[in-house]
């Protein structure tokens, strides 16, 4: 994402500069995230699907829904699971090759922020107890990387789940058989909104640019659900936050949350 | 959060958790520097029921090459359960879950190191999960600190660390396994304690704003407790038993 490191002080410093007047290197306020365009159904042959533009950072998400054995202690839940690929023509500094320890954490984060809010009621996908239950899997590409991966693919994941219509297994002899024509909305009981925020020097701002991403100091991914309610949380970089920091920043998840879900809402509407 | 049904009692009606703490009782902490013999610091923590040992080598080249930082020494952590530390045998290969606590514990690990006196170097940490309860990654990051202060990596203070969460609509500190399993919230707390930041903070479940800064509030407080067997455990090595009296 870097190109050198004598260019990153240079913009670091423009940066750093820009945000002591009260600016952003790209004009926004600091609790503004960039323009979300949420485009659903763009993939038909999956059960659900988004394409999210957050500034130049886009992403395609794709649902898949199908039947599986649920997991050892979870007899009585449905499955979910999301996992993320930064493609390699997102960004030249992509390698192809096992995922590495950013993409799994991205992964997870987008994960985590879906399930711990009980987006998905996953007690409703069970098809027969212990046995056979409805897995939801939530696979996002990311095509052009322009940083604040966490949310773009927050947005696109939750967008795509919105939109997915959930086809119907009977179980006839044990094995679960597709019943073809019928299907029905997902089991939503929220919907989370992620935010992501840098500290760059003591400021704080929303949605940090790949500029903004390679010379912050620290970082803080805060997911509310409808409610208001934060469910998750992950902070990151090499640096740290103070209490107060942490205090303002969940401040500022929730109340960009709220325009965040809006967004959401609107774009999965009559889909 | 699981939010599995369960039968334990969380928290009895005189505030009693299912292991005979109170809210805002940590379990017992034990640690011990320099338990090993080859690795340039080294340390063992009891954390409750969680056995981690921690072990630091470095400042040391880099392989591969290209990871080397021309300005800085760099970081390495991984975090690693043995696979006979839980009650199914955990497949020994590195779990997804295993390397993102490896890199979120680098990251928290990273503001205390002074390392811009070694460029071209690796600080390699290396976590080793014997068994795990609730709570295992910050035990690991309380063990990984001492091991750093005992290879004498320079720091600019020590990070502490102790989770607080909700069970049974309430605020307590020091997630056991059972209140991990069947409680509300679970949020791990990375926090130097003279320089005032927390470092590592993660969050899986549901809190409204105020329980959140009550959370973050009691965690802090635990890593505070943390703090002082931390530099107990320094002191013991280096000043302890009649050496170097």
Avoid at chain 1, 14 to 31: H, M, N, P, S, Y
Avoid at chain 1, 260 to 270: C, F
Avoid at chain 2, 10 to 28: A, F, H, M, P
Avoid at chain 2, 61 to 82: E, F
Wanted: negative net charge.
């Amino acid at each position: 994402m870097t190109s050198t490191s004598i260019i990153d002080q240079l913009k670091r410093n423009k940066i750093v500069e820009l945000l002591e007047q009260g600016k952003r290197i790209d004009g926004r306020a600091f609790d503004e995230p960039r323009t979300i365009s949420i485009e659903t159904g763009v993939i038909p042959k999956a059960n659900g699907s988004a394409r999210v533009r957050l500034g130049d950072t886009e992403v395609v998400v794709g649902v898949k829904i199908q039947p599986d054995k649920p997991f050892p202690d979870m007899g009585d839940k449905g499955i979910f699971i999301c996992t993320a690929e930064i493609l390699p023509l997102a960004h030249p500094s992509v390698e192809t090759g096992p995922p590495n320890e950013d993409v799994i954490e991205l992964a997870r984060v987008v994960d985590r922020g879906i399930r711990e809010s009980g987006m998905i009621d996953l007690s409703k996908l069970v098809l027969e107890k212990d046995k056979s239950v409805i897995g939801v899997f939530t696979d996002n590409s990311i095509i052009d990387h322009d940083g604040n991966l966490f949310d773009a693919c927050s947005y696109a994941s939750t967008a795509a789940i919105l939109s997915c219509k959930i086809p119907k297994w009977e179980i006839k002899d044990g094995v679960p058989v597709l019943v073809e024509g019928e299907e029905s909305d997902p089991p939503i009981t929220t919907i989370p909104a992620s935010v992501t925020m840098a500290r760059i020097g003591e400021h704080i701002i929303v949605d940090p640019n790949a500029d903004e991403w390679a010379c912050m100091d620290a970082r803080i991914t805060i997911t509310t659900n409808s409610d208001g309610n934060i469910c998750a949380l992950q902070k990151g970089g090499s640096q740290g936050f103070s209490v107060e920091q942490l205090v303002k920043c969940s401040e500022i998840a929730v109340t960009i949350g709220v325009k965040i879900r809006e967004i959401i809402k609107n774009s999965t509407k009559g889909s | 959060m699981g939010g599995k049904e369960s039968d334990v009692v969380l928290l009895d009606e005189k505030g009693i958790r299912c292991d005979g703490r109170t809210v805002n009782q940590t379990r017992k902490v034990t640690i011990k520097a320099g338990v090993l013999k080859n690795a340039d610091g080294s340390a063992y923590i009891e954390f409750g029921d969680n056995k981690i040992i921690a072990g630091v080598f470095g400042p040391r080249d880099v392989h591969p090459k290209h990871l080397a930082n021309t300005d800085t020494g760099i970081i390495r952590c991984r975090y690693h359960m043995s696979p006979f530390s839980v009650t199914e045998r955990k497949h020994p290969a590195p779990s997804r879950r295993e390397i993102e606590i490896g890199k979120v514990l680098k990251e928290a690990l990273k503001p205390a190191l002074i390392l811009d006196k070694f460029p071209r170097t690796v600080v390699d940490v290396f976590l080793e999960v014997l068994q795990a309860d609730g709570g295992s990654r910050c035990a690991a990051l309380a063990a990984a600190s001492v091991a750093l202060a005992d290879a004498g990596i320079p720091m600019r203070d020590m990070v502490s660390a102790c989770a607080a969460g909700k069970v049974a609509d309430t605020i307590i500190l020091d997630v056991n396994n059972e209140e991990d399993q069947a409680g509300q919230a679970d949020m791990p707390v990375g926090y130097m304690p003279n320089l005032e930041k927390v470092t590592l903070f993660q969050l899986d479940g549901v809190l409204t704003p105020d329980e959140y800064k009550k959370c973050l509030e009691t965690a802090i407080i635990g890593c505070k407790q943390v703090y002082e067997i931390q530099k107990k455990a320094i002191k013991d090595k280096f000043f302890g038993d009649g050496e170097n009296q």
